[in-house]
């Protein structure tokens, strides 16, 4: 069976407007278009995956079961809007950057996580992200293409080099 290629997404700043520290469903706010360009990123084979540091968890500002409600609400606005996307597509790094741990990027442990749990195609993947700790992970993790946006902009897929 072929593996499969994922369209990693930054949440924070491309996703979602970056409020800083989204903990709260009524914060929660999509970048225009960005819901358009994972429909067409999914319609061209590319599996949704997003791949979001949530230090504000670490740090106290907002609890996990605050972050797992704005999750449940993203995901749900997006299946409306004809987005194949589940919970189990979604993965976050609770710690604050002092815990140094493996999955808060710049390092590549929720890139590897995922491509294990949905045996990826690595090089054949994309990365959108707003940082460059974004674009460092997703390198790490041998993500083939990478595109450093900047934060809260409106995308379209053609846009975006090889698409």
């Not at 469903?25 to 225009?32: A, R, S, T, W, Y």
């Not at 993203?74 to 741990?101: D, N, T, Y």
Request: charged share 25%.
């Amino acid at each position: 069976m072929a593996k499969r290629k994922a369209l990693f997404l930054d949440r924070d700043g491309v996703i979602n407007v970056d409020h800083s520290y989204v903990g709260r469903v009524e914060d929660f706010e999509f970048v225009e278009g960005i819901l358009e360009l994972i429909r067409e990123a999914e319609a061209e084979g590319y599996l949704p995956i997003v791949v979001t540091n949530q230090s504000g968890i670490g740090r106290g500002y907002y609890s996990e079961a605050d972050f797992e409600k704005v999750t449940a609400y993203m995901l749900e606005m997006m299946q409306k809007a004809g987005i194949g996307i589940g919970r189990e597509q979604v993965f976050s790094c609770p710690h604050a950057p002092e815990e140094q741990c493996a999955c808060r990027k710049p390092q590549p442990g929720m890139f590897l996580e995922a491509a294990r749990r949905f045996d990826l195609d690595m090089p054949a993947s994309w990365m959108i992200g707003d940082k460059a700790t974004d674009i460092e992970a997703a390198e790490a993790a041998g993500v083939g293409h990478r595109a450093l946006v900047p934060p809260d902009q409106a995308l379209q897929w053609k846009e975006l080099n090889g698409f």
